[in-house]
C-alpha cells in the first residue's frame, strides 16, 4: 500500500479534504510545472518549437502510460465531452440499433448520443440503476435482452460517478463483443487509481481528463482512439492535424492529407504550454506509484470509513470502486449536510441525493477520523 502522499501537496491539517472525485488538489511539483509555464508565456522570446514539441511528446506518452497505449494512439483534447463528439463523427452507429447507457451517468458520455439519435435513427437505451448497486449485472442483462434492436454501442463510465459502482469492463468488453457492438468508456474516474489496458480491453473509445483523480489543471484531457478508427475526420481541421501546413514554408497548405495516428484528433490551440506540463507532471507521479499502490490506499481508508459508519444507517453499494464511497440516505440525505461539514473543515461532494467521499494519496486515518467524527456531531 502506498504511504501517505500528504507532504508532496499543500493541505493545512485541519483540512479534510475527501473530494478528488470533483477536483484533486496539486501537488507541489504540478503547481511548479504550472509557474515554469507562465514564466515562459510571460517572456515568450524563450518557447521554442521543439520545446512545444517535447510537451506534446511528454504529455502524450504520461497518458498512454496509464493506460497502456501507444502514445501514437492518444489525442490531446480538451474534455470529456469534446472526446465524445470526436467519437460521434467518426464511430458508424447504425440507423435502426441501439446504443447503451447508464441511468443517471454523468453527461459527457450520454448526451452526444441522445443529440445524434433523432437525425441517426437509432434509439438511446438506458440501463436502470441496479437496486442491488451491481452494474456489470444490469448492463450485461441490457446487452442481451431478448427481442431488443441490434447493439451499435455501449457509451459507459467505467465507474459511476455519482454511486460509485464499479463497471467490470472485462466482462462488458466481451459481451459487447459477442453482441457486435463497439465500446467507448468514460475512464474519468478510473485511469490512473484502476488498472486499465487498453491492449487487452480494446475499446473503440477511452477519455479521461487530468482534473480529478491524476492530479492537474483543468482544460487537459486525453481521447484514446483505437487504430481502426483513426481514418475519421476530426471534430477541428487544424493544420497540426495535417501532413505539411507549416508557417514557416511555402507553399502554406503544402500538403492536405491527414496525418498518422490519433494526432489529427488533437484539438486545436494545443499548444496550452502551462496545462501540459502540468498535466504530464501529475500523470507521471500517478504512475510511479503505481495503481495498485494507490487503490490499495484509498480502499483502505474508504473501508476504514464504512467500518467506522456501521449502524448509522447510511447505505453503502456492494460492487463500488474502492476509491469513491458514496453514501445512501434511505429517509433522503439531511439538509444542508454538505454545507455543515465544509463548515467543519471536512470537504466532500453531493451528488444525487448521496454523499460521494473521495479520498486520495493525501488522506490517511487522521482525515477518516474527522470525517466520522464530524458526520456523527451532525447526522
Ligand atoms: C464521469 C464523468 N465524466 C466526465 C466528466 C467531466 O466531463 P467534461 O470533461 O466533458 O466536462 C465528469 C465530471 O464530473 C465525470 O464525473
Known amino acids: 500500500m502506498l504511504p501517505c502522499q500528504r507532504a508532496e501537496f499543500d493541505i493545512p491539517r485541519d483540512v479534510t479534504y475527501l473530494n478528488a472525485a470533483s477536483w484533486s488538489p496539486l501537488p507541489r511539483a504540478v503547481q511548479e510545472a504550472g509557474a515554469r509555464g507562465i514564466a515562459l508565456k510571460a517572456r515568450p522570446w524563450g518557447i521554442t518549437a521543439e520545446h512545444m514539441a517535447g510537451q506534446f511528446t511528454r504529455a502524450r506518452a504520461a497518458a498512454a502510460r496509464l493506460i497502456n497505449a501507444e502514445p501514437a494512439d492518444v ?71 431478448p427481442g431488443a434492436a441490434a447493439l451499435s454501442l455501449v457509451s459507459i463510465s467505467s465507474v459511476h460517478w455519482a454511486d460509485g459502482g464499479l463497471v467490470d469492463l472485462a466482462a462488458v468488453d466481451a459481451a459487447r463483443r459477442q453482441a457486435g457492438a463497439m465500446l467507448l468508456v468514460d475512464a474519468t474516474h478510473h485511469a490512473g487509481v484502476l488498472p486499465l489496458d487498453v491492449a487487452a480491453l480494446d475499446p473503440d473509445i477511452l477519455i479521461f481528463p487530468t482534473y480529478k483523480w491524476v492530479l492537474g489543471p483543468y482544460g487537459r484531457a486525453f481521447l484514446y482512439v483505437a ?58 507521479m500517478m504512475a510511479d506509484w503505481g495503481c495498485e499502490a494507490i487503490a490499495a490506499r484509498l480502499g483502505w481508508l474508504n473501508d476504514m470509513l464504512v467500518d467506522g459508519l456501521a449502524g448509522s444507517g447510511v447505505e453503502v453499494p456492494d460492487k463500488r470502486a474502492p476509491h469513491v464511497l458514496s453514501l445512501g440516505f434511505p429517509g433522503g440525505m439531511p439538509a444542508g449536510l454538505v454545507e455543515a461539514l465544509a463548515a467543519e473543515g471536512v470537504h466532500v461532494a453531493p451528488r444525487l441525493g448521496r454523499l460521494r467521499i473521495s479520498p486520495h494519496v493525501y488522506n490517511d486515518e487522521a482525515d477518516v477520523a474527522a470525517f466520522l467524527r464530524v458526520f456523527r456531531g451532525l447526522v
Open 75 to 145: 489525442a490531446l483534447i480538451p474534455s470529456i465531452s469534446y472526446g465524445v463528439a470526436v467519437a460521434g463523427r467518426i464511430l458508424p452507429v447504425a440507423a435502426g440499433s441501439r446504443v447503451l447507457v447508464l441511468g443517471d451517468d454523468h453527461s459527457s458520455p450520454v448526451l452526444e448520443w441522445l443529440q445524434r439519435a433523432p437525425e441517426g435513427g437509432y434509439s438511446v437505451e438506458t440501463v436502470a440503476r441496479p437496486a442491488d448497486g451491481d452494474w456489470t449485472a444490469a448492463i450485461l442483462a441490457a446487452i442481451g435482452r
Open 227 to 284: 487504430p481502426r478508427w483513426q481514418g475519421g475526420v476530426p471534430l477541428e481541421q487544424t493544420g497540426a492535424g495535417r501532413r505539411r501546413v507549416s508557417s514557416e514554408a511555402t507553399p502554406y497548405l503544402a500538403d492536405l492529407d491527414f496525418t498518422d495516428g490519433a494526432k489529427r484528433f488533437d484539438m486545436g490551440e494545443r499548444d496550452h504550454l502551462i496545462g501540459l506540463e502540468m498535466a504530464a507532471v501529475g500523470m507521471e
